[in-house]
C-alpha cells in the first residue's frame, strides 16, 4: 500500500510516499515559497532533484508533487492510481477529534471550526486537504490531529483554574501537541518493554518540546497548552511563564499582545538564554568553550524537563519507562545525562556506554535501573501514514 503523507505549511508543503506496513519511504520532499514563487526538493534514497515551478497555489504545490512521483526519471510510481490514500497532519482538533478521521464535508467544517485554536496552522492544513481534493478528486484521504493523543487526559489535567465560562464558550483548556510524536513512542514502548500498562513519562525534545505522562498506552497529562507555548523552554520559546510577565512587558515597552506573544514564541527559550543560537549543537559548542550563558541555557532546559518528569511520575503514581525523542532526545547524550542526572531518587540510572547511542532505538538504563530508559527515534510521517491505513481500510 502507498500513502502520500501531507504536513501543509502556509507557504510549504512536506511530503512522504511510504509503505505503512513495512515504513519503507519510497520519495519524500518539500515543496517551498508556495504564494511567493515555488520550489521544490525531491528526495529518492541518497538523490536529491532540486527545481523551481511557479506555486501560486498549494493546488500547484500538490500537482508538482503528483508530477514528479510519476515522473519517469526521478519518480517512484507509474501513475497517481498507485497512491491509495493521502494522509494530512492537522495541528488542532479542538475538542471535536479525540482520534484521526476521514476527510468529508463533516471533517472539513470541525477542522474549520478549530481555527480560533490554530490559527496560523489549520488553515494552511486546510488548503492542503483543498488542493488534494482538487488534484485528486474521490482519493480517500485521512486527517491527523497533533492534539487527538492527548484527548484522553482527565479533566483535573486540561482545565485551567480561570473562570468556566472561557471553558464552556471558547473552548479554553490544555489540548497538547506533538501528539501524533507521543503516540508513535507510546506505541513503541510498549512494543519494547511487552507491557501494554506501563507508567510512561516521553519526552519529546526538539526545537519545539513537549512531555506526556501516559497509562496504559492513554495519555493523562502533557506539557503544552492551549498552544504550544506552554511547557518546558524550547528553542525559540518562553514555555510556562506568568502572566504578569507579558501585562508588565506590553505596558512598559507599549507593546500589543500578539508582539509580546511573537516575542515568547520566536525569541525566547534558548536563543535568549544563550544569546547564541537556538540550535542545541550550537548551544553544546559555546558552552564547551566556556559561554556562561550557554551553559545556563542547556542547565535551564535540563532542569525544566527534570521538574516536569518528577511531576509526571507524582501524577502516574510512579514511572516504569522513561523516554527520549526528537532531535535533541535522540541525539544528544550530553542532554539526556544532565537530565538524568538527579532522577537516581526514583530509579532512574543511566548506563554511560548505552547512552552514548544516536537516532538509534536503545535501551540506555544501567541493568540495575528500576525505570527503563530508551531513545525511541520518532516517526510521525509512519504514525500518519498507519492511521490512514487502518482508517482507509476500514472504509
Ligand atoms: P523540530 O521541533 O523542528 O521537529 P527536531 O526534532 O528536528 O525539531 O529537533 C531539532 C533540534 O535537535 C535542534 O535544536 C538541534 O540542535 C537538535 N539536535 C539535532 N542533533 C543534535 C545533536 N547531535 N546534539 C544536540 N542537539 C541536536
Redesign the pocket.
Known amino acids: 500500500m502507498n500513502v502520500l503523507v501531507i504536513n501543509a505549511g502556509s507557504s510549504s508543503l512536506k511530503y512522504q510516499l511510504m509503505d505503512p506496513e513495512t515504513g519503507a519511504v519510497s520519495a519524500k520532499g518539500l515543496c517551498e515559497r508556495i504564494g511567493i514563487d515555488g520550489r521544490l526538493t525531491h528526495k529518492v534514497g541518497d538523490r536529491k532533484v532540486e527545481m523551481d515551478i511557479p506555486m501560486p497555489t498549494h493546488s500547484e504545490a500538490i500537482t508538482a508533487v503528483l508530477d514528479i512521483l510519476v515522473d519517469k526519471e526521478n519518480g517512484v510510481i507509474a501513475s497517481t492510481d498507485e497512491i491509495d490514500a493521502v494522509g494530512h497532519r492537522v495541528l488542532h482538533g479542538g475538542m471535536k477529534f479525540s482520534d484521526s478521521c476521514i476527510i468529508d464535508d463533516k471533517c472539513i467544517k470541525a477542522i474549520e471550526d478549530c481555527i480560533p485554536l490554530g490559527p496560523l496552522h489549520n488553515p494552511a492544513n486546510l488548503m492542503g486537504i483543498r488542493a488534494c481534493q482538487a488534484v485528486m478528486p474521490g482519493k480517500p484521504q485521512v486527517a491527523v490531529f497533533d492534539t487527538a493523543f492527548h484527548m484522553t487526559m482527565p479533566p483535573k489535567a486540561y482545565r485551567y483554574a480561570i473562570p468556566k465560562t472561557y471553558y464552556e464558550n471558547d473552548d479554553i483548556r490544555r489540548y497538547g501537541f506533538h501528539g501524533t510524536s507521543h503516540k508513535y513512542v507510546t506505541r513503541r514502548a510498549i512494543a519494547l518493554t511487552g507491557r501494554q500498562d506501563i507508567k510512561l513519562i516521553n519526552c519529546h525534545l ?3 518540546s513537549s512531555l506526556s505522562a501516559v497509562k496504559d498506552g492513554k495519555c493523562q497529562d502533557t506539557s503544552m497548552g492551549l498552544s504550544p507555548l506552554a511547557g518546558v523552554c524550547m ?1 525559540t520559546r518562553s514555555g510556562d511563564i506568568d502572566a504578569c510577565v507579558v501585562q508588565f512587558i506590553m505596558n512598559k515597552y507599549g507593546m500589543t499582545a500578539d508582539e509580546c506573544l511573537n516575542m515568547l514564541n520566536k525569541k525566547s527559550g534558548v536563543l535568549a538564554l544563550s544569546g547564541v543560537s ?4 550550537d548551544i ?1 559548542d559555546a558552552a564547551a568553550k566556556g559561554n556562561a550563558d550557554a551553559a545556563l541555557a542547556l542547565e535551564k532546559f535540563a532542569y525544566e524537563v527534570r521538574k516536569y518528569v518528577g511531576a509526571y511520575a507524582a501524577a502516574l503514581g510512579g514511572c516504569d519507562c522513561l523516554v527520549f525523542t ?3 532526545g535522540e ?2 547524550a550530553s ?1 539526556r545525562a544532565r537530565i538524568c542526572e538527579g532522577l537516581e531518587y526514583m530509579g532512574v540510572k543511566l548506563d554511560p556506554e548505552k547512552n552514548n547511542v ?1 537516532g538509534k532505538e536503545a535501551l540506555i538504563s544501567a541493568d540495575d535501573s528500576k525505570v527503563q530508559v530508551w531513545v525511541i527515534p520518532t516517526n510521525e510521517e509512519l504514525m500518519i501514514a498507519q492511521d490512514t491505513a487502518e482508517l482507509v481500510g476500514k472504509m
Request: cysteine-free; charged content about 25%; aromatic content about 6%.
Open positions: 526538539g526545537n519545539g528553542g537556538s540550535d542545541f549543537r553544546e526528537a532531535g535533541v541525539n544528544s542532554m544516536r
